[in-house]
């Protein structure tokens, strides 16, 4: 084969034989500082960084060059056999060598890297622009293209924060789900609705919602926002322990939670026992129980309103600290109790007994109310004895 030269150089081979056989030179006739043309140096800066292309039939290569011809800073440029022009960047050289009828042939073509064959061989070549856009690395997932495997795992990284987030089923007759609002942080549950059955498909978060709104007046009425796109790997429904009204009963009578606030948890369990869900749900992300901070329960409300929109509120217990916090209005002071707070704590009572020293609301404004309330019904008996 016939190589065009520079000052004795060669930049084109067709095989790796021949780039090789310059091996045994007292320094790399391609770089700038002395450096032994070693077969490790040959392969490392030049031959990797190679780009191949075919020329009748035959596959040929050509290598960068560090020689001070063309020198700028750190960079390689490349040398033309064709015309002697000189050119720095790689792309531009990819480009250049179509202006010669060069087309761009992958290394695999060829064999594996490095395995050149310079034989007559007819090989599968494409054009340098099309070649470029094949070598680009494309996600399963969303068939997207990307010009760099970097680019490539960055968005691996975000897809997967954002559809393996856990999905939990708290209510299977309505289809309400649960999920973490944030891809990344705290894992702060919200509920969402999606039910084949009342062919509701709606998301608590109000920038979700104005989103799908959004697509649907665009023409794209099926679109989703990333919460209820995690409804596909979402655990199935598993029902949580019962509650029990024998542990209710004792909490009362160690004072843990006052009579009429007994009530309004009786109360508000048996409605939803009627609708046949349930009126706590734990939230564990994990397989194996809670491993963070902050435990979160699913509560039934028996309403909807802006902060049950389906019917169920989240309270939140800080286990280092032992704070309680729901989404009822009235409660935005932690001081402030509601009956969704005792129906978690009754949970916590019964299952997690490990939890109760951390875990028990305050309710001395609710013991108070129930003494006035034995003082007053006292004083109707005084007076009533009074009068007889």
């Not at 310059?22 to 780009?51: F, M």
């Not at 944030?182 to 709606?202: A, E, M």
């Amino acid at each position: 084969t016939l190589l065009i030269t520079f000052t004795d150089k060669v930049f084109e081979f067709a095989s790796k034989e021949e780039l090789f056989s310059l091996i045994g030179e007292s320094d790399c006739p391609y770089c700038t500082k002395p450096v032994a043309t070693s077969h490790h140096h040959l392969s490392t800066h030049h031959l990797r960084y190679a780009i191949h292309y075919a020329e009748g039939g035959v596959g040929k290569f050509s290598i960068p060059c560090y020689c001070p011809d063309e020198r700028r800073g750190k960079r390689s440029h490349w040398h033309c056999t064709k015309c002697t022009k000189i050119i720095q960047r790689t792309a531009d050289f990819r480009l250049h060598l179509t202006n010669h009828g060069g087309c761009s042939a992958d290394r695999q073509t060829f064999g594996p890297p490095f395995l050149l064959d310079g034989e007559a061989a007819s090989v599968g070549t494409s054009c340098v622009s099309d070649a470029t856009e094949d070598c680009r690395s494309s996600c399963q997932k969303c068939d997207a293209l990307f010009a760099n495997p970097s680019n490539l795992r960055r968005h691996k990284r975000q897809q997967n924060c954002r559809q393996e987030q856990p999905m939990l089923c708290v209510d299977a007759k309505n289809g309400i789900y649960v999920t973490p609002k944030d891809p990344q942080g705290t894992k702060f549950p919200i509920h969402i609705c999606k039910s084949l059955v009342s062919q509701s498909f709606v998301c608590e978060v109000e920038s979700c919602r104005d989103f799908m709104k959004m697509a649907a007046q665009s023409g794209n009425p099926g679109k989703e926002c990333y919460h209820l796109e995690r409804t596909r790997n979402a655990r199935c429904y598993s029902p949580p322990s019962p509650l029990c009204n024998a542990s209710l009963e004792e909490m009362a009578e160690k004072g843990i939670m006052s009579k009429s606030r007994q009530q309004e948890c009786l109360g508000l369990h048996a409605r939803a026992c009627l609708e046949e869900v349930d009126s706590v749900f734990p939230v564990f992300w994990e397989e194996c129980g809670p491993s963070e901070r902050y435990v979160y329960f699913s509560v039934y409300a028996g309403q909807n309103d802006t902060w049950c929109q389906f019917g169920r509120t989240l309270v939140t217990l800080d286990s280092k600290f032992g704070k309680w916090q729901c989404q009822c209005p009235g409660t935005k002071d932690e001081q402030q109790t509601c009956v969704h707070k005792h129906l978690s704590m009754w949970w916590v009572f019964q299952e997690r007994p490990c939890w109760r020293k951390s875990a028990v609301v305050n309710n001395s404004e609710e013991m108070i109310e129930d003494i006035e309330t034995k003082v007053m019904e006292l004083e109707d008996m005084l007076q009533l004895q009074h009068s007889e």
